[in-house]
């Protein structure tokens, strides 16, 4: 899936799998770790309108949870009434306010080479990648670099045969869709008509090797822009996950391909006049990521029998009332959900941070919360707002620049600081540090070793410049780690302005849950199934944000903020009476109960045959929604094919033996036109399971596997073989 945002190592932020929702993977060995939930709805107590909280969502979180219900006049501006730790501020008082992210459009000049920079993403990267090209465009001077988002333009950008520059950073979701809010502008290009003659472009491709169709968003706008006239003026480059390396080679180029161009100057205004004017005031509510609706917690209920947690699986079933938010999803779409830091882990970062959660900080741009305050506690701005989990990696930069402001006294030479370098905290920068050859040139530190305290900023000084250095030994340090064990282990880079750090961080993302009941059933009401993440790293008890949320933390009544993402690419057949074949393990079982459940209501008297293969550790423990798939097994509505793993006194058994066991009836329901689909993980299940699709094929066909692929692929063309899998 899209390299993007990240949250712990177990979980994943779903995005658009199969043909459009796989969630964003990044593999072991990679800084930035995922596990996909997949969502599901249950009907829920009826809520009206009047229920809803008035408040906004930064509203609500200004009272302790246990004072929801008894303090309605609440003062909105006081946000640290509920963020405080009981008994009274936690520490010193609130600093001056201090900006926590400069904004690009203030240091403009008052005209420039227009550059138009267009992003597609689902969590964030291709944008951080887009501001990245206009900060480096503004630093170069001369350009007035424009970021527009694909997402706020649906309708396309009618005026993109006038630019004579254009950008393009777009991600790719799962096995080759555009990212879900960008795919109306997508659409719109590959329908586009004008002419580009006069415009020279660049596209840089965002994407996920795992994945067949690796890059195949920016690939196809690319060979688009192309076919409409547009001239490249430096090569596209396909980005795997996120190869800041070779992001940062294409931005290279591209700044140095754009004078060449002949860009005429414009004026500010001619160029962000929409923006400037406020383009967009007055047109409907869209809710989306940027633009959340705040619903209420229906219900929440713990699915699985859990006796131990450090053994047992968890999972949640979160119900969300819509209330009067209008939203509609059709099964096979996904819920998104912005969760909220857990308090605790924001305490432990304000302490080894040494700040006051009162301090102010001053409100990012992303913040969707409709607060109209320029400032922020920065207790809210953790809790809510940023990611304090896996930072970006300039966070080396930063905490090096600190120690160098705080007066170590450094040269630079040749060769390896004896004493210095040797051994890392923890261990973690075995053959990092060491054995810096071939004259490679280290920071060497020179000072009174009796100082221990500037011993100790010495030495974490020359492990940042050897960290600083090395994208590999940035990847293998950041894996485990949270920001609060990186503050801990260079603590001798305090004090950090609040800024300074925040800005090395990153936005904390949504999750993504797939849809798991018929809105035909509860029309208001949105669930999530959610598989509650618990891990241990560097010997410390690790959670998921969103997951650990749900199973510790929220309460029905609880405000929520929510959209829906939708997947056009997973969808059940147009004619109900179409066979459809599912295979779905654990939580991969969530879209199919939504199938289920549409068929079921959608009033028709003859549908075709369903079969589900579900698969689980124990019978008795993690069998997700067991009693409902019984019963309609039992009326005939399903053909259910169970798979027990863990079974105590059984052999393991998994979803793929199922469905070759099913073989003859499988490819008799194929040959009368089934739609086959996988809902799961991509890493092993997803492979074995078309394995086994391919061998009962070819059992069918006796052609050989050659004939089977093909079979396979031109029910992949014709819609009918569909996934949503993640790594």
Not at 212 to 233: P, Q, S, V
Not at 243 to 267: H, Y
Request: glycine fraction near 10%; proline fraction near 6%; hydrophobic fraction near 40%.
């Amino acid at each position: 899936m899209l390299p993007g945002l990240v949250t712990d190592a177990g979980e994943r932020l779903k995005g658009a799998t199969g043909m459009s929702y796989a969630s964003m993977a990044l593999a072991a060995g990679t800084a930035y770790l995922g596990y996909k939930i997949v969502g599901s709805i249950v009907s829920g107590p009826d809520m009206g309108p009047a229920d809803l909280p008035e408040a906004n969502f930064a509203t609500w979180l200004r009272v302790k949870p246990e004072a929801q219900e008894e303090e309605d006049d609440r003062d909105p501006a006081d946000f640290s009434a509920f963020i405080r730790k009981p008994g009274g501020p936690r520490s010193a008082p609130a600093a001056p306010p201090q900006p926590s992210k400069p904004d690009p459009l203030a240091k403009l000049p008052d005209s420039g080479k227009p550059v138009t920079i267009l992003f597609g993403t689902e969590f964030g990267f291709s944008q951080e990648i887009a501001e990245k090209l206009q900060e480096r465009l503004l630093d170069a001077g001369g350009y007035l670099p424009r970021v527009v988002n694909m997402a706020d333009h649906p309708d396309g950008l009618q005026e993109l045969a006038q630019q004579r520059a254009v950008v393009v950073c777009c991600s790719t979701q799962g096995d080759g869709v555009p990212p879900s809010e960008a795919r109306p502008f997508v659409d719109w290009l590959d329908a586009c008509e004008a002419s580009l003659a006069d415009t020279s472009f660049s596209v840089l491709a965002l994407g996920d090797s795992n994945y067949t169709h690796f890059c195949r968003c920016g690939k196809n706008i690319d060979a688009r822009l192309e076919a409409m006239g547009g001239a490249r003026f430096a090569p596209r480059v396909d980005v795997d996950k996120e190869d800041w390396g070779a992001v940062n080679g294409w931005i290279d180029v591209v700044v140095a391909g754009l004078p060449a161009l002949g860009i005429e100057e414009q004026t500010k205004s001619d160029v962000f006049g929409d923006a400037m004017a406020g383009d967009g005031e007055g047109k409907p509510v869209r809710y989306s990521k940027n633009n959340p609706y705040v619903a209420k917690v229906a219900s929440l209920a713990e699915l699985c029998a859990v006796s131990d947690r450090s053994v047992d699986k968890e999972c949640t079933l979160l119900s969300i009332d819509l209330g009067d938010s209008g939203l509609e999803y059709t099964p096979g779409d996904a819920v998104g959900i912005l969760p909220l830091n857990d308090p605790g882990a924001v305490d432990d970062l304000l302490d080894a941070w040494g700040m006051s959660g009162e301090t102010l900080v001053e409100r990012p741009a992303f913040d969707s919360s409709g607060g109209v305050d320029s400032f922020v506690t920065l207790r809210e701005a953790l809790t809510r707002l940023y990611d304090i989990r896996t930072p970006k990696p300039a966070i080396f930069d930063v905490l090096k620049k600190a120690l160098l402001d705080s007066g170590v006294d450094v040269h630079h030479t040749n060769g390896h600081t004896n004493g210095h370098t040797n051994g890392h905290t923890n261990g973690h920068a075995n053959g990092h540090t060491n054995g810096h050859a071939n004259g490679e040139s280290m920071i060497s530190v020179s000072m009174d070793s009796s100082d221990d305290k500037t011993l100790s900023a010495a030495v974490q000084l020359a492990q940042l410049s050897s960290l600083a250095a090395s994208e590999g030994a940035q990847v293998t340090y950041l894996e485990p780690r949270h920001v609060v064990d990186i503050l801990e282990e260079f603590s001798a880079a305090r004090p950090l302005a609040p800024g300074t750090l925040l800005g090395a961080l990153r936005q904390l993302q949504p999750r993504l849950y797939s849809i798991s009941t018929s809105q035909r059933e509860a029309a208001n009401v949105v669930g999530a199934t959610i598989a509650t993440v618990r891990y241990e790293a560097l010997g410390k008890p690790r959670g998921g944000v969103c997951s650990t949320w749900a199973a510790d933390r929220l309460k029905p009544g609880d405000p929520v903020q929510v959209y829906i993402s939708k997947n056009p690419d997973f969808r059940l057949p147009k004619d109900p009476k179409t066979p459809i074949i599912m295979v779905g393990p654990g939580t991969g079982l969530a879209p199919f109960r939504a199938f289920l459940q549409e068929r079921r209501l959608s009033g028709e008297a003859d549908h075709g045959p369903a079969m589900l293969f579900f698969g689980c550790r124990r019978r008795n423990q993690d069998f997700l929604y067991r009693e409902e798939l019984e019963a309609w097994a039992a009326e005939g509505a399903l053909e259910l094919h169970t798979a027990f793993s863990r079974e105590p006194g059984a052999p393991k058994v998994y979803v793929q033996q199922r469905l070759l066991e099913q073989g003859e009836r499988v490819w008799a329901m194929l040959e009368h036109g089934a739609h086959f689909y996988i809902c799961g993980d991509a890493a092993q299940m997803a492979g074995q399971v078309e394995a086994a699709l391919l061998e009962v094929i070819g059992a069918g066909q006796g052609k050989g596997a050659a004939a089977a692929k093909e079979y396979l692929d031109a029910m992949s063309a014709a819609g009918r073989y569909e996934k949503d899998v993640w790594y």
